[in-house]
Each structure stands twice: as structure tokens, then as C-alpha cells.
């Protein structure tokens, strides 16, 4: 992961991580893996509420902002705010890309795309479901 915990609020030991999350979670929230498309249990999420953390809960995307890119994961167009989220340069894989992760606790969500021009940003926030909870907002 291209991260340095210092720069978070939240700060746990690898261990706490590991005895937190599942391994899959693990896997992609603090090691920058990544889901299959089309996988995601939140793909095809469409009630209103607020997206967090799969690792620390923070807020990070409101519902209003998710939209179906056709990608096979959940994508969004703007975070809850501009410290919710934190922009990493990802160089793996042979390329370069902009890396998002939480601003709480510094955990892996996905990428950040330029690509996305039916929204009112142009950029497609393409997170995987399992870096990401669901909080339903009380009617």
C-alpha cells in the first residue's frame, strides 16, 4: 500500500487491522487489492444514505452522488467532503493512476478516473463494495 499511517488520525497496527477485518477485507482495504467487477454486494445499492469506511466508518460519499458507470463497481462523482477522502499516486501495475483511500485511517477504497463526463465533476470514484459500508438515512 502506498499509504504512511502517520498522516492519519486514525492509526491501528497491522495486527489490529488483521483482527478487525476478514481477510478479504484486509486484503483490500489495507494491502490495495481488488474486488472482481460485477461482484460488489453494494453495485446495485440505490436507497438513500451515506457510504463509509469498511475499515474506520468514516463518511466518505453521500447517495446522491453514486451513479451506474458501467464499470462493475460502485462509482461516484464527489466525496461527502474534501477531507473524507485522500489522493495517493499509484504507480503498480505498470502505470500511473490516482489511488483513493480514507482520510480518517488511510485504508485502500479504489481509483479516481477522469472518464466520467454525464456527471457534474467529470471523475468516477470506482470503489469496491467491500472498502465500503452502507449507513440507510432515517426517514
Known sequence: ?????????????????REELDPTRYSILREAATERPWSGALLDEKRSGVYTCGACNAELFPSG???????????FYEAINP??????TDESLGMVRTEVV????????????DDAAQTPTGERYCMNSLSLEFKEKAE
Not at 500500500?1 to 487491522?17: G, R
Not at 451513479?67 to 462493475?72: A, P
Not at 477531507?83 to 495517493?88: F, G, P, T, Y
Request: with cysteine; aromatic share 10%.
Open 1 to 17: 500500500m502506498t499509504t504512511d499511517s502517520t498522516e492519519y488520525t486514525l492509526k491501528k497496527s497491522d495486527a489490529e487491522w
Open 65 to 75: 452522488t453514486k451513479f451506474d458507470s458501467g464499470s462493475g463497481w460502485p462509482s
Open 83 to 88: 477531507d473524507a477522502i485522500k489522493l495517493v
Open 102 to 113: 480514507c482520510g480518517t485511517c488511510g485504508s485502500h477504497l479504489g481509483h479516481l478516473f
